[in-house]
C-alpha cells in the first residue's frame, strides 16, 4: 500500500494515529512465505508527501522479499530441527523398547526419554487385572516428582475422568489440549486439592495418548508441558507414533510372560506327572523282578503280589486317563456323555466301597447320608470319576479325619457334598483351584497331577451343573456338586 | 546277616511293601516309616540303624528335611542315607544331593540291592 499523501486520502484522511503522529505520506509491504503473509514492513514519512516514490517502492519489496526469504529459511531449518528431534526421540525410545522384554523397566526408561526434550513431565497408566496402575512417570525437574507421584496416588486415572488422560481412556481417541488455560484444569479436576497439585505441576499444554494395541486400550500416556502452545498436530501425530510403538513392547512383554509362565507351568506338570508315573512303575518292576529272579517265592507271597501289582497297574491307567482327558478338554472336544438313569446316592456309595483299601491305609471313615434314591440323567463313569476325585482328595488332604459325604435332591437338583476336616485351603488358592495343574498345596509335599479338580470341573459344568469349594486352612474343606436331575443340556 | 537294619521311608505303601520284602528275603532287618518325622524318631530311638532309604517327595516333613535334620546331629553323622527318588531334580538340587547315593526310580532290583549291600558292608 503506497499512500502518498495521506492528508487528501479518503481512506486514512480521518485516521487519528496518523494525524496525531502527523505523517504525511506511508508505505506498507507485505513479507510472503510462499503462501501467505508472514508480516509487513511499514514506512511512514512526516516530512514530505509522495515520499515513496517508485524506485524507493521496488527498493522495499527487494528488501521485503530478502525478509520473507530469511524468515522462510529459518521456520524450515527449526522443521528440520523438530523432524530431527522427533526422529531421535523415536529412535531412543524405539531402542529402549527393545532393549527388554520386561515392560515395567522399559515403560520408565520411555518416560525418562521424553523430559525434558518432550515434555516437561509424563506419565504412563497401565490396565492392570482390570485396574489402571502408574507404571512410570517423570518430571524435567527432580523437586516435583514427588508431585507426580502424589497425584495419581490420590486421583487415580480412571475411564471417568474428566481429565484428558480419562478421556483418551474411555474414547481410545488421542486428545491434544494446545493451550490449557485455568478454566480447563479446573475443570478437569475433582476438588480443591487435585487443582492445587496440578496448578503446582502447572501444565499449559498437554497430549493424552491411549496406548492401543489389537483393539485394545493398555493404558494411557500423558504428556504435559509448562509452555503455552507447546503441542500442535505435529507433536500430536509424533506421540501417536510413539504410544503405538510403547503399546507393542508392552502386548509383546505380557505375551512372553504369560508364555513363560505356560511353560513353567508344563514343566511343573511334567515333573510331577514323571513323579507319579514313576512310583506305581517302581512298585510293579520290583514286584515283577522279585518274582522273575527267585528271590520272592511264588508259593505264599503270590497272591499279594498279584494284588499289588494289579493296585498299581489301576493307578497308572487312572492317571494316563486323567491326562488323555484333560487332553480332550483342551482340544475342545469336550467330554461325550452317555447320559442313562443314575441313583446318585448309590453311586457315591459304590465309589467309597472301591476305595476301602486307601481308606483303611489313611486310617479314616465315610459316613454318607442320604435320605433316599436320587436320581437323574447322568453319564455314570464321568461321575464316579466326580466322585472319586472329590473323595481322594478328602482322604488325602483329611489329616486321618472322618470324611462327610451328603447326597440330597431339591427343586430338581441333585446335590452332593463332600466334606473333609483336614488341612483346608488358602483363601488365595480356593479361587484356582478349579484351574488346569493348580494344586493348594505345593508338589513336592503331595502328589497327583494338580487336574482332579479340573476334571471335576469340566464334567460337571458339561452336565450343566456347577461345583463350588470352601474351605478354611486347618479346618478341613468342603466341596458341593449341583446337578440338573433332567441331565445334560 | 547284617550288623544293622534298613530304614524305608516312602509315603506310598505298596513301594515300602515291595522293598521291604525284597530286602527282608534278602537278610536284612526292615524298618518303615511314611514321613521324615517318623523316620527320624525311630533313627534316634534305634541305633541298628545303618541305612536311610528315603524318598524326596513326601507330605509334610519330606527327603530333604530328613537330609537335613540328620546332617545337623553330630549322633547321627555317618549314618549312610540312600535316595530313592522319581522327581526330575533341578541343576541346585543335584548339586545339593552330590555326596549322597541317589537311585532313581524305577529302580532296577540288582541296582537296589547292590546298592544295600555295598553301603552296609562299608558301614560294618
Known amino acids: 500500500v503506497v499512500v502518498g499523501d495521506v492528508a487528501r486520502d479518503a481512506r486514512f484522511a480521518a485516521d487519528p494515529y496518523l494525524a496525531a503522529a502527523g505523517t504525511r505520506s506511508l508505505l506498507a509491504v507485505p513479507v510472503r512465505r510462499v503462501d501467505r503473509a508472514l508480516g509487513v514492513l511499514y514506512f511512514e514519512n512526516d516530512q514530505l508527501t509522495?515520499?515513496?516514490?517508485?524506485?524507493?517502492?521496488?527498493?522495499?519489496?527487494?528488501?521485503?522479499?530478502?525478509?520473507?526469504?530469511?524468515?522462510?529459511?529459518?521456520?524450515?531449518?527449526?522443521?528440520?530441527?523438530?523432524?530431527?528431534?522427533?526422529?531421535?526421540l523415536l529412535a531412543d525410545t524405539s531402542a529402549a523398547l527393545s532393549e527388554t522384554l520386561d515392560y515395567e523397566t522399559t515403560v520408565a526408561k520411555v518416560a525418562r526419554l521424553l523430559v525434558p526434550d518432550f515434555a516437561d513431565f509424563c506419565s504412563v497408566d497401565l490396565v492392570v487385572d482390570g485396574k489402571l496402575v502408574q507404571a512410570a512417570y517423570a518430571h524435567a525437574d527432580p523437586a516435583k516428582q514427588p508431585l507426580i507421584a502424589e497425584l495419581r496416588a490420590r486421583y487415580p486415572v480412571v475411564a471417568s475422568a474428566p481429565s484428558p488422560a480419562g478421556q483418551a481412556l474411555r474414547t481410545g481417541k488421542p486428545v491434544l489440549l494446545a493451550d490449557v488455560g485455568d478454566e480447563q484444569l479446573r475443570a478437569s479436576c475433582h476438588d480443591a486439592d487435585h487443582l492445587a497439585i496440578v496448578r503446582a505441576l502447572g501444565p499449559r499444554s498437554a497430549m493424552a495418548i491411549p496406548l492401543v494395541s489389537a483393539g485394545r486400550v493398555l493404558g494411557v500416556l500423558a504428556l504435559s508441558s509448562v509452555t503455552p502452545g507447546r503441542y500442535q498436530t505435529s507433536q500430536l501425530a509424533l506421540a501417536e507414533t510413539l504410544g503405538r510403538r510403547v503399546a507393542v513392547a508392552i502386548e509383546n512383554a505380557r505375551l512372553y510372560r504369560e508364555a513363560q509362565e505356560a511353560i513353567g507351568v508344563r514343566d511343573e506338570f511334567l515333573s510331577v506327572a514323571s513323579h507319579e508315573l514313576r512310583t506305581p512303575v517302581t512298585a510293579l518292576k520290583l514286584t515283577l523282578q522279585g518274582l522273575v529272579t527267585g528271590l520272592v517265592p511264588v508259593d505264599d507271597k503270590l497272591p499279594r503280589q498279584l494284588q499289588l501289582a494289579e493296585r498299581q497297574t489301576g493307578r497308572m491307567s487312572r492317571l494316563i486317563d486323567e491326562m488323555l482327558c484333560v487332553g480332550r478338554i483342551q482340544s475342545g472336544a469336550g467330554i461325550e456323555l452317555v447320559p442313562e438313569p443314575v441313583d446318585l446316592a448309590q453311586l457315591v456309595r459304590d465309589v467309597a466301597e472301591g476305595l476301602g483299601g486307601e481308606l483303611a491305609r489313611a486310617r479314616c471313615t465315610i459316613a454318607i447320608g442320604a435320605p433316599g434314591p436320587v436320581t437323574g440323567r447322568w453319564d455314570r463313569g464321568k461321575l464316579e470319576q466326580v466322585a472319586a476325585n472329590l473323595l481322594s482328595n478328602a482322604l488325602k488332604f483329611g489329616r486321618g479325619q472322618p470324611i462327610e459325604v451328603a447326597v440330597t435332591e431339591a427343586a430338581g437338583t441333585a446335590t452332593l457334598v463332600v466334606r473333609d476336616h483336614g488341612i483346608g485351603i488358602a483363601g488365595d488358592r480356593l479361587p484356582r483351584i478349579f484351574e488346569r495343574f493348580e494344586r493348594a498345596v505345593p508338589s513336592n509335599q503331595y502328589g497327583g497331577l494338580g487336574l482332579g479338580l479340573y476334571i471335576v470341573r469340566a464334567i460337571v459344568v458339561s452336565h450343566g451343573g456347577a461345583v463350588h469349594a470352601e474351605s478354611q486352612v486347618g479346618r478341613g474343606s468342603s466341596f458341593t456338586v449341583d446337578l440338573p436331575c433332567e441331565g445334560p443340556p | 546277616v547284617t550288623t544293622g537294619c534298613v530304614l524305608l521311608v516312602d509315603d506310598e505303601p505298596d513301594v515300602l511293601e515291595v522293598i521291604q520284602t525284597i530286602l527282608e528275603l534278602s537278610g536284612y532287618a526292615v524298618l518303615t516309616a511314611t514321613s521324615g518325622r517318623e523316620a527320624l524318631d525311630l533313627v534316634r530311638a534305634n541305633d541298628r540303624v545303618g541305612l536311610v532309604m528315603v524318598d524326596l517327595m513326601m507330605p509334610g516333613t519330606d527327603g530333604w528335611w530328613l537330609r537335613d535334620r540328620v546332617a545337623e546331629d553330630p549322633a547321627l553323622a555317618d549314618l549312610p542315607i540312600v535316595v530313592l527318588s522319581g522327581a526330575g531334580l533341578t541343576a541346585a538340587q543335584s548339586q545339593a544331593l552330590a555326596s549322597s547315593t541317589v537311585l532313581k526310580k524305577p529302580v532296577e532290583l540288582h541296582v537296589l540291592l547292590a546298592t544295600v549291600e555295598r553301603t552296609m558292608r562299608r558301614r560294618s
Open chain 1, 50 to 88: 509522495d515520499a515513496f516514490t517508485a524506485d524507493r517502492v521496488q527498493m522495499i519489496r527487494l528488501l521485503s522479499a530478502g525478509v520473507g526469504i530469511s524468515i522462510e529459511n529459518s521456520l524450515l531449518f527449526e522443521e528440520r530441527h523438530r523432524a530431527e528431534a522427533g526422529l531421535r
